[in-house]
């Protein structure tokens, strides 16, 4: 299988990493989501060349995940929001930096501190369940097929299918 | 900046991505949580080449993710399994799937279900504030640096630092 393929597979997993699993295009939103938005920015920050930094946010706007918005004229210039699927990222962020604190610290605690303002607390993340609100963890979850699962190594319908009858 | 100077940012996120910020080991990573273990079975899921295969399970083994046990002797056979660091990335999987639920369907619905065993009710993930309870969203948080935090862009100390005075 090659990665370009791995956005048809019917797992939601494959197909957000066919988005999001480069590792640049996980270093663009993080910064994202500390507030940068221009490309020069993007640049300084992260030190990567502007062919490549050009082409992650490319496939961030074509993914809908991004927006590019004018912020001046004569010359034009762009910068980059998130959308609200964008927006909707940030648990997962959210959870690589928890992770990395957790299992990948210097010793010296943590480079950033979260805080939640609306309580005014420093805070980890804690996923939950969104029935019964309890703490979920890996253990405590099953898996079935849901209505979009197909098996991967079922033969693909041909894009012309054989009538039925 | 290059991908093997990235483990070595003060940022919790850049760090993790240097252990899983590779499509495929993410893709391992799901299958493990699915409850895959055997080399044979991880190549026959993600159809990557053995050498790659290889290559990402021993790089999750060296980073302290997946543990390699033997399950059979003459001849001698491997699994690889979860260690407690690695069940501690649950939630960055499940916040994977859960985006690509809402967001990159097929209009079929979600491939998969997750049930919470727990109550007993199939449910979404909801990522909330360690202190309050609340869920979290991302404009309610703001960040600090935090004991850990180094300029990137600082001069890095030499391995051996001139004497203070």
Known sequence: MK?????????????TLAVFGDRWT??????????????DAFQARLGLSRALLADRLKGLTDAGVLERRT?????ERFEYRLTPAGIDFYPVVLGL???GNRH????????????HKTCDHDF?????????????EAR???VRPGPGFADP?????????????
């Open 71 to 75: 912020y001046q004229t004569g010359p």
């Open 124 to 136: 980890v993340p804690v996923t939950t369940c969104s029935h019964c609100g309890d703490v979920v």
């Open 3 to 15: 990665w370009d393929e791995l956005g048809a597979q019917p797992c939601s997993v494959a197909r």
């Open 97 to 99: 930096a928890n992770w």
């Open 153 to 165: 190594r079922a033969p693909q319908p041909k894009s012309a299918p054989a009538s039925p009858s």
């Open 26 to 39: 996980l270093m663009i939103l993080r910064d994202c989501f500390l507030g940068v938005r221009r490309f």
């Open 104 to 115: 990948l610290g210097d010793g010296r605690g943590a480079p950033l501190i979260h805080r």
């Open 140 to 142: 405590d979850v099953s």
